[in-house]
């Protein structure tokens, strides 16, 4: 046994332990699948975070946490006789053989985009074959999906039957004509259909999103930290002159942001400012 082996079977070994209602953990042996899906969402954000931020040892450690969550629903799955980690394992495998046709048989792809084409239409193949699926291109994306990850799955299923603007020019003036109707909205008082148009211009922006091939949730989280360093720049600065952000007023906190977007630029970086 090799060392991945190993030490994945002494997790599998502990995760059965804790869940053994002989001398198991209380909090483990009242798990379910529906109660440890949050977790395994929650866990998968913060490997994106540790990945985003290039910090290896962490990602490590987040990434060995979004494995316990496999794991655990193993054993929950194992326990009621239903599936186990190795028919999870086993049905990854066949999926990615099935899904590199190019790799694993003979067919010929020559470029990512005609990977990500294929892809795409092996998917379909296989919900097609699944009797209990919809009929609809739309019906198994899933509904807990954050709404920007949704929007863009929902864009790009949409736009494989031609359901899509051609070009992002076209796009970038529907998104000009919803932040239009959103101003009127705003305008007239009316908060239910100012919500209605914001959920617009956010689905727009995830079109674009999905024609420029940007993942729209990515972006945002970019955005946020962005957001993050030159406000936290702005804290840091004034905190120094003895004042805080409340004191100071927007006219010197925007002054401030602007010397914050400066010294990125004269970095040529994103990198964290002191």
Not at 31 to 55: C, F, K
Not at 116 to 129: C, D, H, N
Not at 221 to 240: D, M, P, S, V
């Amino acid at each position: 046994m090799d060392r991945a082996q190993a030490a994945l079977s002494r997790l599998l070994d502990i995760m059965a332990r804790l869940r053994d209602p002989a001398g198991g953990c209380p909090w483990d042996l009242e798990q379910t699948h529906q109660s440890l899906a949050p977790y395994a969402i929650e866990e998968a954000y913060e490997v994106a975070d540790a990945a985003e931020r290039g910090d290896s040892a962490d990602l490590r450690d987040e990434l060995g946490d979004l494995l316990l969550q496999v794991v655990f629903h193993a054993q929950v799955a194992r326990e009621a006789g239903g599936f186990d980690f190795a028919d999870i394992a086993q049905s990854v495998a066949d999926k990615m053989e099935r899904r590199h046709p190019h790799v694993f048989a003979d067919a010929v792809i020559s470029t990512a985009a005609e990977q990500t084409v294929s892809w795409e239409m092996i998917k379909a193949e296989e919900r097609q074959a699944k009797e209990e699926v919809s009929s609809s291109v739309l019906s198994d994306v899933p509904v807990s999906l954050p709404a920007l990850t949704r929007a863009t799955k929902l864009s790009r299923r949409a736009a494989r039957v031609g359901f899509a603007w051609p070009t992002v020019g076209e796009i970038l003036a529907k998104l000009e004509e919803e932040a239009d109707e959103l101003r009127a909205e705003i305008d007239s008082g009316d908060t239910d259909k100012a919500a209605d148009e914001l959920g617009d211009l956010l689905f727009v922006c995830a079109n674009i999103g999905r024609h420029l091939e940007i993942d729209p949730e990515t972006a945002l989280r970019a955005a946020n930290a962005k957001f993050t360093r030159r406000f936290q720049y702005i804290e840091q600065t004034l905190a120094q002159k003895g004042q805080s952000p409340e004191a100071a007023g927007l006219a010197e906190m925007e002054a401030l942001w602007g010397e914050a977007k400066a010294i990125e630029a004269a970095n040529g970086q994103k990198a964290r400012l002191a």
